[in-house]
């Protein structure tokens, strides 16, 4: 393994063509556009739009992507070599990638004897002239022409002299970059240094590097890659892609520039990663992973009131680097063991308070009793918030609470139903609200809803987007005490999370939702009237 | 890097102790009873149960734990070296270790020496006779003494001499294993390789190795540090732990196994281990990751069209291995006989069926569509044969349902409460149940035993011992799906779990409740009179 020189590593992006093979995602033409201006301001450099050839979704994109000013990416279309026995000059793959008018263009080939005689159905031979011909010709045209090895791996160990052929036929058809993949996930970080640290890299082109997360190794895989010679590495925002995912440029970057100094050009702009991450999961509409390395919301999170200590003291004991290099922040997570500095640390936004402070002592009080009730505030920061308004003599509630009634009923093989009603005060007026929907929680937001809407509209611009359950003591069954999470979000996409907690789900839930609309109001609506 | 010796190598899993530091994960003890055992049949080595010193709940584990037979694992209890200035007798620590009477205990020491200096508050000679100390001294008690040394990478590279005293303090004083650990994330593969490659490995106790995952590295260190030396692994199932997590075992065990030839107690038994990765997340709460390596629901997946095509021809070239092996299986957009064999080994007991009989095309028919909807019969048997007996027309009705009524209600500052009822029919009477109970299932399932005691004194026999609830689609909010499992048990201590699916939650419930009681009526009374 190379320390002495750090060269100039390419970072290559493919979240919007190979990731787009991961479950559950699909991106429109505008969210393919967006995404591919996010990672132009992160840095880049190239950005694997689609397979034009694939269908018209895609080429649009490239239609679309040549009137957009991008600063440093450049889009890159990706397509397969010529067609067996044809020319390169004619053939719709090779001419899909011409019409989508990119600077770049990717080409993948394959790279294992068996794929040849057995999908391609063809000769090696004539699987080293596609590779020859189409790269040289679409070379002629001024592309620059990445090449993509398919299944390069497993290819070489099954017959490293072809493998080896397949790249000097890149290198000698103009080729920028040999990118070796590891189509099928199964390669070891040590199998890549020992194939890579094997072949005669002086006669060939530069090498790039392509990892599938399959044994979930496909960062690592990517750095061994990089430490054995490649100058160009290939992976997608949050690492998704087929089956496990592709190489995750979400850890790959900060990794490359923070702690290994190879140089790349996202480097001075990493302290964006976190949002693009989030961004890119919002396209996505997938709920982004807490748990992902450097982006994920518990990346920087820390749990006990002892390691609180420790991290106010000297960080670097205890944080492997600093959160807002790469755009996230350090959580301290409101929980049983939190000290008094966590708490301080909350409240230092409404003034100034020491440990000895008397509203220090009643929220530790507090918090104590709250958790062993079981509310947990690690994931419901907005209820901890109300918890500290009322503290501090600063919450103004919403609505004052009279009575809810709900009905559920189901009859012979009809659908349950749920009758909500409610009474309550909202400024100085008795009001009433009713729905009627499936389930008691559902009945009882809409009938809520029902009746808050008339004196405060605001109300529209939140939605409830998460609710989750957990049971306490499980073991008391259907008499367990349930905690209830509810995730809000308002029409800005700013989000919040609540908690409550009661032997009946209803009340539970109940609590959580007036935490919700309650939160809302003290933070966001009455300190903007305030501020006006 | 060596391949010339394949050395045994321990895991050791840490989900029960380290696991539970994750953010969202909370085990009750019976949860951490039942997790141990899956490990046991897994054939993991050692299993961390907990740190006895840390609360109540912890210690209760090891009080449970000495009562309960494990095949092979053996359960090994976690804490620190004894304070500093005290004899490692009597320390609260060292005793807590002790009380906890497990064969195997870990000892977690400082390596780094600003940990010592800034955090500890001792000398750095002080530390080195608080891990010798203490390690011997629980030795000279008969327990197996693993010695975990926190922060060693980041101490080592600090100052390497300081590291390697530790090491030779653990050895010196007998320690079974020292772990290495990187405490806080930061260490990158080709790191491991070096730092542990330079150490003296011979004069030292076995090395094992403790990652997590900061840099998205957990996995590949972990390998890293076993063809490094190491002969012991630590890590938790799902790779969930503080922060981004720990090592995934559910990666590690697979690659050590199937393609790096390491012998491992588990080797045999890994056709479980999608099983297990599933029990965990059901215990933890957490929908489980469907692009993780190996037993992601999305591991073995194949998006239709060329690829199914070859998939057919040459499985090797599309799957970088059998997803039997794991217990996960390949997924295909094409419809597949996915199930066939397990209906079939599940109709066994009712007679002799064929893969074409037509109770074996309904039942896998039923099963598609259930699953569709979300019910999952893994951890719900019991209702998979309710649904077994009536489409071969074997079940019979513990009673006919007419309609169920419940109300619930809160007026100002009293607590919620309440009210079910419900009409049925049960040997030709019509029969009615009532009662007020906190929470709406509590007060269903109060009502139906109301209802059903004078006709069947055997209700009385069954508790329900377990009430679970997962949101499933929880973008929808508090209209969202819920599944809801429930585990009964019978004065025999016979267990079984049932699961019910709606947009109600008292709906859902009430479908696991009905197939509980059914299920106790239809295999456990019926069958005992028929052969009476």
Chains 1, 2 share one sequence.
């Not at 979704?57 to 991008?70: G, I, L």
């Not at 002629?140 to 090449?147: A, C, D, L, N």
């Not at 009859?411 to 909500?420: N, R």
Request: hydrophobic share 40%; charged share 25%.
């Amino acid at each position: 393994m190379t320390h002495e020189q750090k060269p100039f590593v390419v970072i290559y992006d493919t979240t919007l063509r190979d990731g787009m093979q991961g479950i559950e995602i699909t991106y429109t033409v505008e969210d393919k556009i967006q995404i591919a201006h996010k990672l132009d301001e992160l840095g880049v450099d190239y950005v694997e739009g689609g397979f034009p050839l694939s269908n018209e979704k895609e080429a649009e994109f490239f239609r679309r992507a040549r009137d957009e000013h991008f600063d440093h990416a450049k889009i890159v279309a990706f397509g397969s070599t010529r067609k067996p026995g044809r020319k390169a000059e004619g053939d719709p793959h090779i001419e899909a990638l011409l019409e989508a008018e990119t600077e770049a263009v990717i080409v993948v080939g394959k790279a294992w004897t068996e794929h040849v005689t057995k999908v391609l159905k063809t000769s090696l031979e004539e699987n080293l002239e596609m590779i020859y011909d189409s790269i040289s010709y679409l070379r002629s045209k001024g592309r620059i022409v990445f090449f993509d090895l398919e299944h390069f791996f497993d290819g070489y160990k099954a017959d490293p002299d072809y493998a080896l052929k397949v790249l000097r036929a890149g290198t000698e058809a103009g080729a920028e970059c040999l990118v070796v993949c590891d189509t099928n996930g199964g390669t070891l970080p040590h199998e890549v240094a020992e194939i890579m640290g094997a072949l005669p890299q002086k006669e060939l082109a530069p090498l790039g590097v392509h990892f599938h997360n399959d044994t979930g190794n496909a960062v690592a895989n990517s750095l061994m890659g990089i430490l054995s010679g490649a100058i160009h590495v290939q992976g997608t925002i949050n690492g998704w892609g087929e089956r496990c995912g592709n190489a995750n440029l979400c850890s790959i970057m900060p990794t490359l520039h923070y702690k290994m100094g190879y140089p790349i050009t996202a480097g001075p702009h990493l302290t964006k990663l976190t949002a693009v991450s989030r961004f890119v999961a919002e396209k996505a509409n997938i709920i982004p992973d807490k748990r992902q390395p450097y982006v994920g919301e518990a990346a920087f999170s820390h749990k006990a009131g002892q390691h609180v200590d420790v991290l106010l003291k000297a960080e670097h004991l205890m944080e492997h680097m600093d959160a807002s290099l790469v755009g996230n922040e350090r959580r301290i997570l409101i929980s049983e063991l939190a000290g008094k500095s966590t708490i301080l640390k909350k409240l230092s936004r409404y003034g100034s308070f020491t440990k000895d402070s008397p509203e220090v002592e009643q929220l530790t009080r507090l918090l104590k009793e709250k958790e062993a009730e079981g509310y947990e505030y690690e994931a419901a920061e907005a209820s901890f918030e109300i918890l500290i308004l009322k503290t501090l003599g600063l919450y103004k509630p919403l609505f004052e609470f009279d009575n809810y009634h709900l009905e559920s009923f189901k009859a012979g093989s009809a659908d349950s139903k749920t009758v909500g009603k409610l009474f309550l005060c909202a400024e100085d007026n008795e009001v009433m609200g009713a729905a009627v929907k499936v389930g008691p929680v559902e009945a009882l937001d809409a009938a809520l809803r029902d009746a808050l809407l008339p004196y405060y509209p605001f109300i529209e611009e939140i939605s409830l987007t998460d609710y989750r359950v957990r049971v306490l003591n499980p073991e008391r069954a259907t008499g367990a005490r349930v905690r209830v999470f509810i995730s809000s979000r308002n029409h800005n996409g700013h989000t919040w999370d609540t908690v409550g907690v009661h032997e009946n789900i209803i009340e539970a839930s109940w609590q959580a939702l007036v935490d919700s609309y309650d939160y809302y109001y003290n933070i966001f609506v009455l300190s903007q009237r305030n501020t006006q």
